[in-house]
């Protein structure tokens, strides 16, 4: 792994003061060895090591990104991504991943109740049907006649949160529904799109021939409308990967990202020459462009591209990814910001 940007900060050092103080403008490039693996967020080092796992013995970028995002989808401290997101506003848990290979062959599922692992719902979409999204109950419907268990997803300690948010909330089920932004959704979880409030895992990874696949995979933001689709299932939105340049995902508000095709943006932006972090960077100032009110909200978008080399840029501090390779197996990098 080569650094000549800001160092890398260790999963002990990961605390709010350190990402604020590291998160600044680009400072160079950080480029990982082949293989390598690169995840949003700090719940990202978990990710990469199931991905490393089969990384490591010359296994496919495919297979790693699926077995890492499997990680925090059984996680039952995570509450933003797979069996203990927290639900929507009516109290359902509802899941969106999708997933994309170096051949630019992809699956999704979106608003998928009741399976505990949508990245592998997704991945058979992918590989047994000639589709590449399945929603809701059809996604549902297919996730059980390929053997998944249907499982009860909401936790106690997801009730708990939401029994507590809907006593204040101001959307509240039955409630009005008119006018409604973001900011009625996060309560007590902060900002959307921050820590508390839908911090989805992204992936991607180089694999030892030199492909590349990603993952991604969320419950989306808490206390959502019914039904609410994000950008991560969406390929070009929440994920795109192009063999011959590199890949992309973001995280945080997914609309934002939806209205911009971001990490579509992304990869097309590395085509034409520029770096992960300046292709980053831009695409967050289009957002940024078209709406400025989306300064107060957190969107990040991570890429890599063939040659390894990785960026990162979000609207607000506080973003944060998680990287490995040969030579680092827990680093995790602040991503740079506007804000
Ligand atoms: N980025 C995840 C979502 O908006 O649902």
Same mark, same amino acid.
């Given at each position: ?100 290979? $170096?051949?630019?062959?992809?699956? =999704?599922? &979106? %608003?998928? +109740? ?7 719902? !997704?991945? #058979? ?26 499982? $009860?997803?909401?936790?106690?300690? =997801?009730? &708990? %949160?939401? +029994? ?7 959307? !509240?089920? #039955? ?46 933001? !808490? ?117």
């Amino acid at each position: 792994m080569t650094m000549s940007r800001r160092g890398l900060i260790g999963a002990s050092a990961v605390g709010a003061g350190l990402l604020a103080s590291a998160a600044r403008a680009g400072e160079g490039a950080t480029t990982l060895s082949k293989p390598c693996v690169i995840s949003t967020w700090d719940f990202g080092i978990a990710a990469n090591q199931a991905a490393w796992a089969v990384l490591s013995k010359g296994g496919r970028a495919l297979d790693a990104v699926e077995a890492g995002a499997r990680i925090p989808e059984q996680d039952l401290k995570n509450h933003s991504v797979g069996r203990a997101g927290y639900p929507d506003r009516d109290g359902h848990v509802s899941l969106d991943a999708c997933i994309m290979d $170096e051949q630019g062959n992809c699956g =999704s599922v &979106a %608003a998928l +109740e009741h399976i505990a692992h949508p990245i592998s719902v !997704a991945r #058979r979409v992918m590989e047994k049907t000639p589709h590449v999204m399945l929603v809701g109950a059809g996604a549902l419907q297919f996730a059980l006649e390929q053997g998944f268990p249907r499982e $009860e997803l909401l936790t106690d300690e =997801s009730r &708990a %949160a939401w +029994e507590a948010w809907k006593k204040d909330a101001k959307y !509240a089920p #039955r409630a009005n529904s008119e006018n409604l932004d973001y900011r009625q959704t996060s309560g007590q979880l902060g900002t959307p799109g921050g820590a508390g409030n839908h911090d989805t895992i992204g992936m991607l990874a180089l694999d030892a021939a030199g492909n590349i696949s990603g993952a991604c995979t969320t419950s989306g933001m !808490a206390w959502k409308l019914r039904g609410r689709v994000g950008d991560s299932p969406i390929i070009g939105a929440g994920l795109y990967v192009d063999n011959e340049v590199g890949g992309a995902t973001s995280t945080g508000v997914g609309e934002e990202v939806i209205r911009n095709v971001g990490s579509f943006l992304v990869v097309e932006l590395m085509r034409q020459g520029r770096s992960p972090e300046e292709a980053c960077k831009e695409a967050v100032a289009r957002i940024l462009k078209k709406k400025p009110a989306a300064r107060d909200f957190q969107v990040g978008f991570l890429a890599i591209n063939k040659r390894g080399e990785v960026g990162a840029w979000a609207i607000q501090k506080g973003f944060s990814y998680a990287l490995c390779d040969a030579g680092k197996q827990d680093a995790l990098l602040p991503g740079a910001s506007f804000y």
